[in-house]
């Protein structure tokens, strides 16, 4: 007897279900056409990041005293997922507006435009995982030891869980970008913010510190309350952190306080990306019959 195929509301989250061979093809698509006439194509997903790594590692090293051992590995487990998720949501905000023609033209499930273009920027970042393990590599020559072990499997988690943020946010963002325009402008700045928020390139006990010396001082903690909103009101330092503490936390010895996971950060993390999702699905449902009206 044959199943009877599942039905899901139309207008649904779940209806992507129904069009999950398009999604397959629209992810293949972005990501060739990211690639298209490019003479090293995928390989660029691993030197990219490795020759901005280069730099900032060189950059910051002159402008920062504070010693981060294995500082490369550091700074690239950082940027990777800040950049992961900063290019998820870029990407999303134009999803539904640049696929205009299409929508006019026939009924397809509008939570796929935005889905699509994160799904291709995670399977993008993947590949360029090959670039952390090639520096983890060469500092395991360096070091004289190997730095990989089970541990860095981790990192599966913190992906789910920045990917799962990631759509939340590229729906809220997309929809909006449907009535204003000029939410790209907005983002762009916000996301300027994040960076500098996010410490990528210097660590949050510098902050701790900075705190002892004010209260010693008979000052306010400011830099204590700087720290505590980057810990726990940043969804990105989390995943960040997170993400640090499976690669670069295990390549390193006495690891510092501020380098700990505990387990409120993987609730914060799973919290933030569940909400985030149920908000962006929210607002998205409440207004893609609308969108019709202003593409």
Same mark, same amino acid.
């Given at each position: 007897?044959?199943?009877?195929?599942?039905?899901?509301?139309?207008?649904?989250?779940?209806?992507?279900?129904?069009?999950?061979?398009?999604?397959?093809?629209?992810?293949?698509?972005?990501?060739?056409?990211?690639?298209?006439?490019?003479?090293?194509?995928?390989?660029?997903?691993?030197?990219?990041?490795?020759?901005?790594?280069?730099?900032?590692?060189?950059?910051?090293?002159?402008?920062?005293?504070?010693?981060?051992?294995?500082?490369?590995?550091?700074?690239?487990?950082?940027?990777?997922?800040?950049?992961?998720?900063?290019?998820?949501?870029?990407?999303?905000?134009?999803?539904?507006?640049?696929?205009?023609?299409?929508?006019?033209?026939?009924?397809?499930?509008?939570?796929?435009?935005?889905?699509?273009?994160?799904?291709?920027?995670?399977?993008?970042?993947?590949?360029?995982?090959?670039?952390?393990?090639?520096?983890?590599?060469?500092?395991?020559?360096?070091?004289?030891?190997?730095?990989?072990?089970?541990?860095?499997?981790?990192?599966?988690? /913190?992906?789910?869980?920045?990917?799962?943020?990631?759509? %939340?946010?590229?729906? +809220? #963002?997309?929809?909006?970008? *449907? $009535? !204003?325009?000029?939410?790209?402008?907005?983002?762009?700045?916000?996301?300027?913010?994040?960076?500098?928020?996010?410490?990528?390139?210097?660590?949050?006990?510098?902050?701790?510190?900075?705190?002892?010396?004010?209260?010693?001082?008979?000052?306010?903690?400011?830099?204590?309350?700087?720290?505590?909103?980057?810990?726990?009101?940043?969804?990105?330092?989390?995943?960040?952190?997170?993400?640090?503490?499976?690669?670069?936390?295990?390549?390193?010895?006495?690891?510092?306080?501020?380098?700990? /996971?505990?387990?409120?950060?993987?609730?914060?993390?799973? %919290?933030?990306?569940? +909400? #985030?999702?149920?908000?962006? *699905? $929210? !607002?998205?449902?409440?207004?893609?019959?609308?969108?019709?009206?202003?593409?």
């Amino acid at each position: 007897m044959a199943t009877k195929p599942r039905q899901y509301k139309e207008g649904s989250f779940f209806e992507i279900f129904r069009y999950k061979d398009l999604l397959v093809q629209l992810v293949k698509r972005d990501i060739k056409l990211k690639y298209r006439r490019s003479f090293l194509g995928y390989v660029w997903s691993i030197l990219n990041p490795l020759l901005i790594m280069i730099i900032m590692a060189v950059v910051f090293s002159f402008l920062f005293k504070r010693e981060i051992g294995m500082f490369p590995i550091y700074l690239l487990a950082g940027r990777s997922v800040f950049e992961f998720i900063n290019t998820a949501v870029s990407k999303a905000l134009g999803a539904i507006t640049d696929n205009a023609s299409l929508l006019k033209k026939t009924y397809v499930s509008k939570f796929m435009f935005p889905l699509s273009k994160i799904t291709s920027v995670m399977v993008d970042f993947v590949f360029s995982m090959g670039a952390l393990i090639v520096v983890m590599i060469v500092f395991s020559f360096i070091e004289g030891k190997v730095l990989f072990s089970p541990w860095n499997f981790g990192i599966i988690i /913190v992906v789910a869980e920045a990917y799962v943020f990631s759509i %939340g946010l590229g729906l +809220l #963002m997309s929809q909006l970008h *449907v $009535f !204003f325009r000029d939410i790209r402008y907005v983002y762009n700045a916000f996301s300027t913010m994040v960076l500098y928020c996010s410490a990528i390139f210097y660590d949050v006990g510098m902050f701790y510190e900075k705190a002892k010396d004010q209260v010693d001082a008979g000052a306010a903690p400011l830099a204590l309350y700087l720290a505590y909103f980057i810990e726990y009101f940043n969804p990105v330092y989390i995943y960040i952190k997170q993400f640090r503490f499976f690669v670069w936390a295990p390549a390193v010895e006495n690891l510092p306080q501020w380098a700990m /996971v505990t387990p409120v950060d993987f609730l914060l993390g799973f %919290g933030y990306a569940i +909400l #985030m999702l149920f908000v962006g *699905v $929210f !607002f998205f449902k409440r207004a893609q019959d609308k969108f019709i009206l202003y593409i």
